[in-house]
């Protein structure tokens, strides 16, 4: 069998798919944190375009990608799913290993499938400008780029020890058009407030989401775009998996186990959801597996309660799994998964039993990236490494029950940018990170008063 397997542009999913039409339980609605009572679209028109509005309440089950946006998807999809032969015979496991292959995109990740969707809807209804935050820099990179592509401009608040551990993603945020600045910043009060309790704070992207609220909310032509999180961000993410359906097809396989790592959720949302609609809808048995840092575990050691999206307090109260919007995650390498809490939508399937997660030290998941690496030739993102540590704890146990399983698994982008997390890693300079229960709680509590009565 070939070991890429591609769809033809033509046969590109039309469609993005919305999870939210088949879950059995429907998350609890976001509240305002003034009133304690579920916000109305309206609260949301000074942040974003009526169309990803009505696209954050949808419960259609699919909704129609826009031709524009098909045409700028046209540079890099369909990716290529890839099997991982070799990986397979380094690991001696009956295990089939397959790999979609998201790091073809302009940004290197897979963050352009909604960052282009986001920019085509805001420039559509006359925005000038968006605003983000980025935590690794593959977000505010792909942001940088769709913007470029439809033409507005664009500001980039990116987490400062990531700012400073990743430059080269400064630049290539820079080449696409765009304003770069290391959050915490003095340009807005929420950074301007964490710099005075702590002026070598190294940010967070509850820090880096509150700078670029206050920005956009604080100019009628400015809207925010996020990366991750909200509903509308995972639909888009969805390609993913509807064109790993089709490439399945023609390899005549279907997977057992999805595995995908999750920060705030859009990674493992887009490769997970499409194949959870067999589970929710025929009855099939997949499943799915959200990998997360050791060093920021919301999934695995966080609580299923009400808070902010930022650090500041300026997002609605999202129903979540948390560590708390205060907590300051460590400065670990993969920056685009320390962050405090889980989109709605993952939450909700995690508190049903319909997914499951994992947490993974960063050691174990750089060894594992070196291993991928040096067998599949391609260097992942630290943050795909934790997705490829599970996958080979999972083929190890495959190989354990002596049967075959077919894992299918998210690379979600390349470590090209990241060379100086390896490096650290080869020198030793890398170490893991084990939080207190102390530690775990501290935030929480403080959450107590925003809860419903």
């Avoid at 039409?21 to 509240?31: E, Q």
């Avoid at 780029?145 to 290539?172: H, T, W």
Wanted: with cysteine.
């Amino acid at each position: 069998m070939d070991k890429k397997i591609y769809i033809p542009e033509s046969e590109t999913p039309k469609q993005w798919y919305n999870i939210l039409a088949d879950m059995p339980n429907k998350p609890m609605p976001p509240l305002h944190p003034a009133t304690k009572q579920p916000i109305n679209p309206a609260d949301l028109a000074p942040l974003f375009p009526e169309a990803l509005i009505k696209q954050e309440i949808s419960t259609e089950q699919f909704i129609d990608i826009p031709e524009e946006v098909l045409d700028i998807y046209k540079l890099w999809r369909p990716t290529p799913l890839i099997r991982a032969y070799n990986l397979e015979k380094a690991l001696d496991t009956p295990a089939k290993i397959y790999y979609k292959y998201e790091g073809v995109s302009p940004s290197g990740s897979h963050k352009p499938n909604t960052a282009v969707a986001q920019a085509y809807y805001n420039k559509k209804e006359g925005v000038r400008k968006l605003t983000t935050e980025t935590g690794a820099g593959q977000w505010g990179t792909a942001l940088s780029f769709a913007c470029n592509k439809v033409g507005l401009e664009c500001d980039v608040y990116m987490v400062k020890v990531s700012y400073d551990q990743k430059p080269y993603r400064k630049v290539i945020m820079k080449t696409f058009g765009a304003n770069v600045y290391a959050s915490p910043t003095d340009r807005t009060q929420a950074g301007r407030n964490i710099l005075e309790k702590d002026p070598s704070n190294p940010g967070s992207l509850g820090i880096a989401i509150s700078e670029a609220i206050e920005i956009a909310a604080s100019d009628q032509h400015t809207k925010y775009a996020l990366g991750s999180v909200l509903n509308h961000v995972l639909l888009h993410q969805t390609i993913i998996g509807e064109e790993c359906i089709k490439q399945l097809e023609l390899a005549g396989d279907f997977p057992d186990i999805v595995i995908a790592p999750l920060g705030g959720g859009s990674n493992f949302a887009g490769i997970s959801f499409p194949f959870l609609r067999y589970n929710l809808t025929e009855g099939k048995k997949i499943r799915c597996i959200a990998a997360e840092p050791a060093s920021c575990p919301k999934l695995t050691k966080g609580k299923f309660m009400y808070d902010f999206g930022d650090t500041a307090g300026y997002t609605p109260l999202l129903p979540m799994f948390t560590l708390g919007h205060n907590f300051m995650p460590a400065s670990i390498h993969a920056g685009g998964l320390r962050y405090h809490g889980a989109s709605v939508l993952c939450s909700q399937l995690l508190k049903d039993g319909l997914i499951e997660a994992v947490a993974l030290q960063q050691t174990e998941c750089f060894r594992a990236g070196l291993l991928f690496a040096r067998t599949e030739g391609i260097l992942p993102a630290p943050e795909a490494t934790h997705a490829v540590a599970q996958v080979i704890r999972e083929a190890q146990a495959a190989k354990e029950e002596g049967r075959s399983k077919t894992i299918l698994f998210n690379l979600c982008g390349h470590g090209y940018f990241d060379l100086q997390a390896y490096n650290d890693f080869l020198e030793g300079k890398i170490t893991d990170h084990y939080l207190t229960d102390e530690e775990l709680q501290r935030n929480l509590v403080e959450l107590e008063k925003f809860q419903p009565a």
